[in-house]
C-alpha cells in the first residue's frame, strides 16, 4: 500500500479532490459484495479512486474520464507505477463529449458537481441489469443540509445544484436511491425492475 500513501500524500499537498476513506471503503466493500467486474468514472482526478477500485477485486475494469491534462498524465503514471496499465484506461476531456456502446455494472459520478443530472441522463443507457449510479459528494461538507454554513454565492449556487439532484432522485420513479451519510455524502441509485 506505499503508492497508495504516495498518492495521498500527492493530493494533499497539491490540492487534488480524492475520496475519503470512508467512502473509498464503502464502494469497495459493494464491488465485492455485488460482484461489480466493469465501472465508468466520471472524474479520475489523480487515479486514486480508480487505483482503489482496481485493487478490491481482481476482475474489475475500470474506465475513467478526466477533463484536466495534469491531473490526467498523473493519473496515468500512477496507474502505470501501481503495474494496472490493464485494468484501467484514462480518457481525456470532457466526460459530456464520450459516449460508450458498452454496459457497466457501476457508473461512479465523482465530477462536476453542478453537472450530476447530466451525465446521470448521458450514462443512463450504458448501466447493466442491475446496475448501479454512485455518486459521491452529496453531503458537500455538510452545506447540502445547511446552506447557512456558507456564505459564498457561487458554493451556494453549487450547493443547491447538488440539493436539485438529491431531490431529482427522491422523486424519480424509474431508480430507487438509498443515500448514506458516509464519506462525503453517497447515493446508490438502482433502477426498478
Ligand atoms: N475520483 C477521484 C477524484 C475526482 S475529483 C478520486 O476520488 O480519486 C473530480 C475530478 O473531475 C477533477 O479532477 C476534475 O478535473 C474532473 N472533472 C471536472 N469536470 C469534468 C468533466 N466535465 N469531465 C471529466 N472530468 C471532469
Ligand atoms: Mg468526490
Do not use: W
Amino acid at each position: 500500500m506505499e503508492e497508495i500513501s504516495k498518492i495521498k500524500k500527492f493530493a494533499k499537498i497539491n490540492s487534488v479532490p480524492i475520496m475519503k476513506d470512508e467512502g473509498i471503503d464503502f464502494i469497495c466493500d459493494y464491488i465485492v459484495k455485488n460482484n461489480v467486474k466493469s465501472i465508468l468514472e466520471i472524474g479520475t482526478g489523480i487515479g486514486y479512486s480508480s487505483i482503489r477500485f482496481a485493487r478490491a477485486k481482481d476482475d474489475v475494469f475500470v474506465s475513467t474520464i478526466e477533463f484536466d491534462i495534469e491531473r490526467y498524465h498523473e493519473a496515468v503514471k500512477n496507474i502505470a507505477d501501481n503495474n494496472l496499465m490493464d485494468r484501467i484506461l484514462v480518457y481525456l476531456g470532457d466526460a459530456a463529449s464520450f459516449t460508450f456502446d458498452r454496459m457497466f455494472d457501476l457508473i461512479f459520478i465523482d465530477g462536476p458537481k453542478a453537472q450530476y443530472q447530466k451525465f446521470f441522463e448521458h450514462f443512463q443507457d450504458n448501466l447493466s441489469e442491475n446496475g448501479v449510479f454512485i455518486s459521491d459528494n452529496l453531503s458537500f461538507h455538510g452545506m447540502v443540509a445547511d446552506l447557512s454554513l456558507t456564505h459564498n454565492y457561487s458554493t451556494k449556487k453549487l450547493v443547491k445544484k447538488i440539493q436539485k439532484y438529491v431531490a431529482f432522485f427522491k422523486e424519480n420513479q424509474e431508480f430507487h436511491t438509498d443515500f448514506f451519510e458516509t464519506g462525503d455524502g453517497i447515493s446508490v441509485s438502482k433502477k426498478n425492475n
